[in-house]
């Protein structure tokens, strides 16, 4: 009886321990600091800028900014987004563009915020901010470099990707930027990290959309970024219905009016958990005296909340954009068709 009851505690715990290593893991992000569940994300804001330096791939180095002149400029405007219930910023900008992740730490430490950085290339604007490896290498070779940091680290830091950033030329996909897409493709199906394109028209963003299914990559896992550029928003909800994600970003240049009519027409096709809305603010511009002028963050609060209100969204819909969708669209995992 004694060593029967005993067996059977024994047997009850073996099943415990089963469940919880083979528990499915939470979904999770990584930011700067390493991992973290979605479910801490809260207030996200996905496409914002905290240093941009247009110099090019062949000029740009570290020794062009001074990190703490950089901090010093841009934490009151982290501060301010705070206030309005921000915890967490993804930082577009690439590298060679002046992505720093020694800076994203020290701005992170600052301002308290959960802050994310990518992988990959930017090839809009003529490829000036391409490295030259970009245009000799396979899709293959390039994406092992953007693998590789997401399984080492960048630049012998700890600091990992916590998604894919490319871009490509408003016009059909050149073969270089092809090759780009291609690379975002493999990177994903290796690291299930989400891939954002500075896109704006539709002609590119379909073309990439459908680039990434012919490699097995759900239109799910693609944020059509700057698609607010494209004017025929009947093309918005097309690409919504595919899976896209459809990311309305440059909320802190002005135009809340417009910014408000898509996102009704979207939410009005049933799309209102396929859009992404950020500012595409920022950001300390190296050269510049104390680098220059500089766009908060706050918009989304100020101006374009008060006018879906207005429009009839209520509290939950705004939720729904800035905190579910960001997590369901950033959750690290692989998406295939
Ligand atoms: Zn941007």
């Known amino acids: 009886m004694h060593a029967d009851l005993s067996r059977r505690k024994f047997i009850q715990t073996g099943i415990g321990l089963f469940f919880v290593l ?5 979904p999770y992000i990584i930011t700067v600091n390493g991992r973290i569940p979605v479910s801490e994300m809260g207030t ?17 180095n570290y020794s062009r900014w001074n990190r703490q002149e950089v901090v010093t400029k841009v934490l009151p405007y982290l501060l301010e987004a705070k206030k309005h219930g921000v915890k967490t910023m993804f930082d577009c900008t690439p590298a060679f563009l002046g992505r ?13 915020l959960q802050i994310v950085t990518n992988t990959g290339y930017y090839g809009a604007a003529d490829n000036k901010y391409l490295p030259k490896s970009a245009f000799t290498e396979t899709a293959e070779q390039i994406a092992g470099r953007w693998i590789k940091e997401f399984k080492k680290g960048i630049e012998n830091t700890t600091v990992k990707p916590g998604f894919i950033k490319i871009s490509v030329n408003p016009e059909n996909l050149s073969a270089l930027h092809q090759k780009i ?10 690291t299930g990290l989400t ?15 459908n680039l990434l299914k012919k490699m097995n990559v759900h239109p799910s896992a693609f944020v059509w970024t700057h698609a607010q550029n494209e004017q025929d928003i009947k093309l918005h909800v097309k690409a919504a219905t595919s899976g896209a994600w459809i990311s309305l ?10 910014y408000a009519d898509t996102i009704n027409n979207l939410a009005s096709a049933g799309m209102l958990n396929k859009i992404l809305i950020s500012h595409d603010a920022g950001w ?7 680098g220059g002028s500089f766009k908060g963050y706050t918009n989304i609060f100020e ?10 969204f209520t509290d939950n819909d705004i939720q729904q954009l800035l905190i579910k969708n960001p997590a369901e669209a950033f959750a690290v995992r692989v998406r295939k068709l």
């Open 22 to 26: 083979n528990a499915p893991e939470s």
């Open 44 to 60: 996200t804001l996905i496409h914002e800028h905290f240093l941009v330096d247009f110099i090019g791939a062949d000029k740009i």
């Open 100 to 112: 720093d992740v020694f800076l994203l730490k020290m701005l992170a430490k600052e301002s308290g």
């Open 181 to 190: 897409v291609r690379a975002a493709a493999i990177t994903h199906l290796q």
């Open 195 to 209: 891939i954002c394109s500075h896109t704006g028209i539709a002609i590119p963003a379909f073309e990439e959309i």
């Open 249 to 258: 970003d440059g909320i802190g240049w002005g135009n809340i009016e417009k």
């Open 284 to 290: 300390y511009k190296p050269g510049e005296k104390q």
């Open 303 to 312: 101006e374009l909340i008060p006018l879906l209100n207005k429009k009839g």
